[in-house]
């Protein structure tokens, strides 16, 4: 179902099929990154038939990132914004397979035009899922530790990311 084969509320905020609301998606995700995002989902609902509740996990993080689940996108708060990057991070990683990403993807994401606001925040929650083994933290292709890290930095997968999809969207191996 595309944007526009449903109807929105008047504030643009929900979108209502067959009667009954549903939180939309944030409008200010770039385009690109909303595909991106949308294209994790649908590849995270379809794995819940073969995978179950293992790849709700992925459906989650991507209606997070989106801002369809969390707080409310046009009420951002600390803790949520935090959330909302950690839940982008995860999710542009498995869409992206073995391929690292920017801070800067999950700061457009979720800050849309005001994204270098949030630039800071979205380094910090690197930093922190790297703490749980999520993720790695990178500098000109090596992995690299502590916190006081200087210039641009790149994400990758860790060990305790959890569920990812293989290559095309399929099941993980066994």
């Not at 909302?84 to 992206?96: D, E, G, K």
């Not at 979720?110 to 703490?131: C, I, S």
Request: charged share 30%.
């Amino acid at each position: 179902m595309t944007d526009n084969q449903v109807d929105h509320t008047d504030d643009g905020r929900y979108i209502v099929v067959k009667g009954r609301r549903w939180r939309a998606t944030d409008p200010s995700i770039p385009d690109a990154l909303r595909t991106e995002l949308v294209s994790a989902l649908m590849t995270g609902r379809r794995l819940v038939k073969s995978d179950g509740d293992a790849a709700r996990v992925m459906v989650q993080d991507a209606k997070v990132a989106l801002g369809e689940r969390g707080d409310p996108w046009w009420e951002p708060t600390e803790q949520g914004t935090r959330d909302r990057l950690a839940a982008t991070i995860r999710t542009l990683l498995r869409s992206r397979g073995e391929s690292s990403i920017c801070p800067s993807d999950a700061a457009r994401a979720v800050g849309g035009d005001d994204w270098r606001e949030l630039m800071g925040t979205a380094r910090e929650v690197a930093l922190d899922l790297r703490a749980d083994g999520v993720v790695a933290v990178t500098q000109r292709g090596e992995v690299v530790s502590g916190t006081d890290l200087r210039g641009p930095i790149r994400i990758v997968a860790g060990d305790a990311l959890g569920f990812r999809p293989r290559p095309g969207g399929t099941s993980p191996a066994p």
